[in-house]
């Protein structure tokens, strides 16, 4: 079955850009998104359609995604921003996750 | 707005049958364009779709769960239930009921949660 990966952790500075990747045999064909969720919160999504944000997310938000390799960029990351991050790819019509990364804003 | 609200008990003895419902309002669960979802999270883990239903009743599972999983729905009552068979401890986790888009895949809308544990 397909599977997208995502390194565990990413660690930026406030104010600095934050760069999580998900990767996947050819996940440039599919569609990409990506959720937020803090602790004891339901995801919230950030960027679908690899690169759309939902009204409502910062324009600090945004994704990119071809060849393997999808990509969540936060620019001028704050705070707040710090939560767990998750890739999503739609593939034939089924749902696949990847593991998950946490930010920390240090 | 669409809301989604799950429901069903919090405890589950092992082996015994999982079942929740998930209860829509602000949308039509035979509205088209969507599928309907459930995903779980194991505490301290992440994400894992369960499966999902359509408008027309297709459904489509996640292949490690498929020979466990059941999900239905009601299209007058606008619900859609899980039905998890042979519960291990590996099943406690917080289930999510969603909202699926039918093209793209992504999951706008998200219930609350509900934490189900398996023990005896």
């Known amino acids: 079955s397909y599977e997208v990966t995502q390194p565990p952790s990413v660690s930026v500075s406030p104010g600095q850009t934050a760069s999580i990747t998900c990767a996947g045999q050819?996940?440039?064909?599919?569609?990409v998104c990506w959720y937020q969720q803090r602790p004891g919160q339901s995801p919230v999504l950030v960027i679908f359609q690899d690169t759309k944000r939902p009204s409502g997310i910062p324009e600090r938000f945004s994704g990119s995604n071809s060849g393997n390799t999808a990509t969540l960029t936060i620019s001028g990351t704050q705070a707040l921003d710090e939560a767990d991050y998750y890739c999503q790819a739609w593939v034939g019509r089924t749902v696949v996750f990847g593991g998950g990364t946490k930010l920390t804003v240090l | 707005q669409v809301q989604l609200q799950e429901s069903g008990p919090g405890l589950v003895k092992p082996s015994q049958t999982l079942s929740l419902t998930c209860t829509v309002s602000g949308d039509s669960i035979n509205s088209g364009d969507y599928f309907w979802s459930w995903v779980r999270q194991p505490p301290g883990k992440g994400l894992e779709w369960i499966g999902h239903?359509?408008?027309?009743?297709?459904?489509h599972y996640n292949p490690s769960l498929k020979n466990r999983i059941t999900i239905s729905a009601d299209m007058s009552k606008t619900l859609f239930s899980l039905t998890l068979t042979s519960v291990t401890a590996a099943d406690t986790a917080v289930y999510y009921c969603?909202?699926?888009?039918?093209?793209?895949?992504?999951?706008?809308?998200w219930g609350k949660g509900t934490l189900v544990t398996v023990s005896s």
């Open positions: 050819n996940l440039g064909d599919k569609f």
């Open positions: 239903i359509s408008y027309t009743n297709a459904s």
């Open positions: 969603a909202r699926v888009g039918f093209t793209y895949g992504h999951i706008p809308y």
